[in-house]
């Protein structure tokens, strides 16, 4: 399993970006599929994820400005970011876990990106 990530770097204050995740060595569609960040000094937090059901689930923090999505066609996962903060500067993290668990942002995900940055900064 490998997944790579990809659209990080920096932005305004209430700007927007689109992290990508490109996924390859099992079956893709099947998995559940998860974004996380770890901001410097903090803990790494689980931001969404989304089952092969099409259910998702988010941190409060983010809900109604970030939506996860996936093109089962190009194996590819995205994080779609709106109106970010400052409080959003991370390291983000693409993660998988097989479909025999629960899905969702407090799962024990199995395969790990590399992490891409994000800052969010005037």
């Known amino acids: 399993v490998q997944l790579v990530e990809s659209g990080g770097g920096s932005v305004q204050p209430g700007g927007s970006l689109r992290l990508s995740c490109a996924a390859s060595?099992?079956?893709?569609?099947?998995?559940?599929m998860g974004w996380f960040r770890q901001a410097p000094g903090k803990e790494r937090e689980g931001v969404a994820a989304l089952g092969s059901d099409g259910t998702t689930d988010y941190a409060g923090s983010v809900k109604g400005r970030f939506t996860i999505s996936k093109d089962n066609t190009k194996n590819t996962l995205y994080l779609q970011m709106k109106y970010l903060k400052p409080d959003d500067t991370a390291m983000y993290y693409c993660a998988a876990l097989r479909p025999f668990f629960r899905c969702g942002i407090f799962s024990e995900f199995e395969y790990w990106g590399q992490g891409i940055l994000v800052t969010v900064s005037s």
């Open positions: 060595g099992y079956t893709y569609s099947s998995y559940c």
